[in-house]
């Protein structure tokens, strides 16, 4: 079983950037691939990007492609979401988790071990 723990969201102003944290303890992710997910106030969890365990290979959703990008560092035993040009709809709980697969997978329920999130909000 592994522990996930998300760091780094906070408040940021619209156009602003972020960089999300995923740190893993209890064994090592390196054999994972990885994703990041959001929720939003109301509405359901979504896929926000994803990585294969190498880190050769990323998927992300459309609403924030070419403004995210997903990286990991399996040395560190961590996954990193950087984010730029944040938007108010960019607000919600971010989550990282950890699948059984080796390629990178946008199918929520293909994720087996689940962080506890970090707070992200964007204000205009």
């Known amino acids: 079983q592994v522990q996930l723990v998300e760091s780094g969201g906070g408040l940021v102003q619209a156009g602003g950037s972020l960089r999300l944290s995923c740190a893993a303890s209890g064994r090592s992710i390196s054999s994972n691939a990885m994703g990041w997910f959001r929720q939003a106030p109301g509405k359901e969890r979504e896929v926000v990007a994803a990585?294969?365990?190498?880190?050769?290979?990323?998927n992300y959703a459309d609403s924030v492609k070419g403004r995210f990008t997903i990286s990991r560092d399996n040395a560190k035993n961590t996954v990193y979401l950087q984010m730029i040009s944040l938007k108010p709809e960019d607000t919600a709980v971010y989550y990282c988790?950890?699948?059984?697969?080796?390629?990178?997978?946008?199918?929520?329920?293909?994720?087996?071990?689940w962080g506890q999130g970090t707070q992200v909000t964007v204000s205009s």
């Open positions: 990585i294969s365990r190498s880190g050769s290979s990323t």
């Open positions: 988790a950890a699948t059984p697969r080796l390629l990178s997978t946008m199918i929520m329920g293909e994720y087996i071990d």
